[in-house]
């Protein structure tokens, strides 16, 4: 019986070895190939050190079922999202824990066409026969062994991303790249000889030790580098990424950190410009900003629970064209639904040279309009009572739902609070319409109220 703890609410995380470990892998792989009965997965694996003989044990796992498998290596998690799609393949899976701690992983996994698999569309399902039947290992009756083929999709999948720029529009810029030391330097080795961006590039070479911290940019400790290189050098801006870089964040000319929620407005701006009148994704946490813009610009805002399995079947089943969290997940109907840590700040860049705009000048006004706390998380002993007490005393006054956790709206302040589906931890996110102090206010009383320890 192996402990299906690491199975979360949209993709499997947890520690190595007691939570996920080789055996997991295996009989992952033995329950994908069966459920989805799988001719064909897409595997690959990010670059933590314990991914290669993970994703060695889910491929086996894979192949003792009967299914090939296709190895893309080291890579991103969109890469595995675009392999699957691209190469028409019955699923993919991903090894990676994205911005967890150095001793956590696990996997994302998507079926055919990348569709997620999350708790609601068969993660469940996967949990319990990988705990009912175990690691027990050898090829499944009447099944040939599958075959590993190794596959370089590189190539198709940075020319799909430079199909979302118009290269007669760019303009030199000076750009901080910073990947943390995790996988996005690849990438962009891959695409800067197509682009007239002067690149000064720092944590560039991939290390699953982490020796600058885990790659996690919403952490203010981990901005600081960044910051530096891009008030030392003079830079048009700065990005950067996430461990397996599906997620990117920005840093204006002057080196100011820019909050997710404005960068999903202004992308929101950029393809209502391209796309008039579509349909525009946006999650619950912080919405004012991106609603007022949507709605100015003539498009329609669909609003859709937080993370990323939620998000892209929202965005399938009403067919938008661009959605957007404020953690900095960007989903585009162009690449499969998917998100992508790359597409972002390329459009944004394109943005940048054909308004002759700085970055800071795109936002700084949507900024004073919508103030924000930025997404504040704290450890609580029982998440459940904090959710209670927060609507014990606001829900009441307010315009409450419960669609992501709590959110409860003014006229003129908002705030969502809600348990994460990937940390033990309570989020909280507070917005005025254009009034800083009251942000101060309210923001204190809340965290006085859900009480706990800074996460």
């Not at 020796?211 to 048009?236: C, H, M, Q, S, Y």
């Not at 162009?334 to 394109?350: Q, R």
């Amino acid at each position: 019986m192996l402990n299906n703890k690491a199975f979360k609410a949209y993709d499997i995380r947890g520690v190595v070895p007691g939570e996920v470990n080789e055996d997991l892998a295996y009989a992952l792989g033995r329950a994908f190939a069966e459920k989805y009965e799988a001719k064909e997965v897409v595997v690959g694996r990010d670059i933590r050190l314990t991914g290669e003989k993970l994703l060695f044990a889910l491929s086996e796992g894979l192949r003792d079922s009967g299914t090939d498998v296709i190895d893309i290596g080291q890579c991103g998690t969109e890469m595995v999202y675009f392999a699957t799609a691209s190469l028409k393949t019955d699923g993919g899976i991903m090894v990676t824990a994205s911005h967890n701690p150095a001793d956590y992983n696990g996997m994302k996994l998507v079926s055919r066409g990348a569709r997620p698999i999350s708790a609601e569309t068969g993660l469940l399902d996967l949990a319990k026969m990988v705990a009912s039947t175990g690691s027990e290992r050898g090829l499944t009756a009447n099944k040939k062994r599958g075959v590993v083929k190794n596959a370089d999709i590189m190539p198709e999948y940075t020319t799909h991303l430079l199909s979302y720029v118009d290269p007669e529009l760019l303009k030199p810029l000076k750009i901080v790249a910073n990947p943390g030391n995790g996988g996005a330097g690849e990438v962009l080795a891959h695409l800067e000889g197509a682009l007239p961006f002067s690149f000064v590039k720092i944590n560039q070479q991939p290390d699953g030790s982490f020796p600058n911290g885990v790659p996690n940019p919403l952490l203010i400790k981990n901005r600081e580098a960044t910051e530096r290189v891009v008030k030392a050098n003079a830079a048009d801006l700065g990005i950067a990424w996430d461990g397996d870089f599906d997620r990117c964040f920005l840093f204006d000319e002057r080196a100011a950190f820019i909050e997710g929620y404005y960068i999903v407005g202004l992308l929101a701006e950029i393809f209502l410009a391209k796309y008039p009148g579509e349909k525009i994704m946006y999650d619950p946490r912080l919405t004012w900003n991106t609603l007022e813009t949507v709605e100015r610009l003539g498009g329609e805002p669909v609003r859709c629970k937080s993370g990323h399995a939620f998000m892209k079947e929202c965005m399938r089943a009403n067919n938008i064209v661009y959605g957007g969290e404020m953690s900095a997940h960007h989903y585009f109907r162009e690449f499969s639904y998917c998100d992508s840590g790359m597409i972002p700040w390329l459009m944004l860049t394109e943005h940048i040279c054909k308004t002759n705009r700085t970055l800071s000048s795109l936002v700084e006004e949507r900024m004073e309009m919508f103030p924000c706390s930025g997404e504040i998380n704290r450890k609580v002993a029982d998440s459940a009572a904090v959710l209670k007490r927060t609507a014990d005393k606001y829900a009441a006054d307010g315009s409450a739902d419960y669609l992501d956790g709590l959110s409860v709206e003014y006229a003129d302040w908002r705030f969502n609070v809600r348990v994460s589906n990937t940390e033990p931890v309570v989020r909280l996110n507070v917005e005025t319409r254009a009034d800083k102090e009251l942000l101060k206010e309210k923001t204190a009383a809340l965290l006085e109220l859900i009480g706990g320890e800074e996460a």
